[in-house]
Structure formats: structure tokens, C-alpha cells
T-cell receptor, first 116, second 117 residues
Framework: AQTVTQSQPEMSVQEAETVTLSCTYD???????LFWYKQPPSRQMILVIR??????QNATENRFSVNFQKAAKSFSLKISDSQLGDAAMYFC?????????????FGKGTKLSVKP | DGGITQSPKYLFRKEGQNVTLSCEQN?????MYWYRQDPGQGLRLIYY???????QKGDIAEGYSVSREKKESFPLTVTSAQKNPTAFYLC????????????????FGPGTRLTVL
């Protein structure tokens, strides 16, 4: 079975600085997708960024980028120029590839605080 | 606006009662999912449904039941058999039969907070 591990329960960053959140996963599959979701205090889950395993190029979305290391099974999230609105829980999630049921397997999350 | 709605936002249950959480989507998505979130536990899958009148158990289905009579609706019933139902419940959906990223990404509703009194 696949597992997702987020080893940092809490992280803190100064406003305008850069922070990296870690995520590792365990799988024997070669076709899969990885996601980062943000959950602010409102508790709405918001998609931040996503990565296809077969793509070597790291995904980027404005200030958010990932470092995807397939061999190491690592999928870290980098937030540049951190803003107060980035404060939230961040969840890393894994989904099997085509033909799967589409279920997501989540890590336990990292709580990010942003200091003004 | 298209989206996923969950109601109610807060729900209180007495011991021994069954309660039903609503999840509706107007995105024409094929598959729908129910997750439970506990502090420090991330999200865990309760049930999911890929087509109308069909659904499968997730990792923690005991004490829960679902139905999928319409494509846009996937209600979750928390039965009295669920011994520790206090949690935050999230519904999600996906356009499963569509190609590209739309077919791979789950989108979430705003959630329901259930508290047992």
C-alpha cells in the first residue's frame, strides 16, 4: 500500500522569505500523481500545485514550486516570497495513475506559520 | 457558480442518533468521495462512488453508510455504530472520465463539523 509522510508537523517562516515543506512517499507504482493542498483556518481544501510522475520537469504555480525527486520518492513544496495569507495547513497527497479509483492518500500535514 | 456544497456547516448529534451529511456538486463530476479529518491524522477515505448507484468502502467505512441515487448528490450517514464520530468531514469530487488534469484532480467542498454531545 502507498503511504505519504510529512516529517515536519510545524514550520515557521518570516514574511517575504522562502520556506520548503517536505513530503516523501512510498509506492511500487511508476504511474501516479502528486498534489499539495492548502487548508487555511476556514478548513476549505485548496489545490496548490500538482505533478505527474512521468514528467521530469518540476511544476510551478506563481510563488509555489516543487522539487520532485522520483528516485528518492520525494516531493517537497517551496513557497517563495511568503505572505501572511500562506499561513495554513499543507497536505501532500498521492494518487495512483490511470485506471485507479482516483483515491487520494494524504500525509498528516504541516502547519505553516508566517511571521510579519 | 459551479462547485461543491456541503450542509450543514456544523452538526450536533446525540448518542445513539443517526445523522446525514449532505454533499451536492453541480460540476457534472463523475466520482465523489467522503473523507474524515481528525487532528494530526490528515484525511482518511470513508466511501467513494464512481457512478450512480454504485459505491465502495474506503479505509474507515465502519459505522458509515452512503447512497448515490443522483450523479450530483452523495450523502453520508453517520450511524450510531460509529463510536467516535466527532470529526471534520470533507466531500470531494472529480471529473473521472475526462482526460488531462481535470480528470486527475479532486476538488473539495467546505466541510461539515460533526460533534457528538
Amino acid at each position: 500500500a502507498q503511504t505519504v509522510t510529512q516529517s515536519q508537523p510545524e514550520m515557521s517562516v518570516q514574511e517575504a522569505e522562502t520556506v520548503t515543506l517536505s513530503c516523501t512517499y512510498d509506492t511500487s507504482e511508476s504511474d501516479y500523481y502528486l498534489f499539495w493542498y492548502k487548508q487555511p483556518p476556514s478548513r476549505q481544501m485548496i489545490l496548490v500545485i500538482r505533478q505527474e510522475a512521468y514528467k521530469q520537469q518540476n511544476a510551478t504555480e506563481n510563488r509555489f514550486s516543487v522539487n520532485f525527486q522520483k528516485a528518492a520518492k520525494s516531493f517537497s513544496l517551496k513557497i517563495s516570497d511568503s505572505q501572511l495569507g500562506d499561513a495554513a495547513m499543507y497536505f501532500c497527497a498521492y494518487r495512483s495513475g490511470r485506471g485507479s479509483q482516483g483515491n487520494l492518500i494524504f500525509g498528516k500535514g504541516t502547519k505553516l506559520s508566517v511571521k510579519p | 457558480d459551479g462547485g461543491i456544497t456541503q450542509s450543514p456547516k456544523y452538526l450536533f448529534r446525540k448518542e445513539g442518533q443517526n445523522v446525514t451529511l449532505s454533499c451536492e456538486q453541480n460540476l457534472n463530476h463523475d466520482a465523489m468521495y467522503w473523507y474524515r479529518q481528525d487532528p494530526g491524522q490528515g484525511l482518511r477515505l470513508i466511501y467513494y462512488s464512481q457512478i450512480v448507484n454504485d459505491f465502495q468502502k474506503g479505509d474507515i467505512a465502519e459505522g458509515y453508510s452512503v447512497s448515490r441515487e443522483k450523479k450530483e448528490s452523495f450523502p453520508l450517514t453517520v450511524t450510531s455504530a460509529q463510536k467516535n464520530p466527532t470529526a471534520f468531514y470533507l466531500c470531494a469530487s472529480i471529473a473521472f472520465l475526462v482526460g488531462g488534469w481535470t480528470g486527475y484532480t479532486q476538488y473539495f467542498g467546505p466541510g461539515t463539523r460533526l460533534t457528538v454531545l
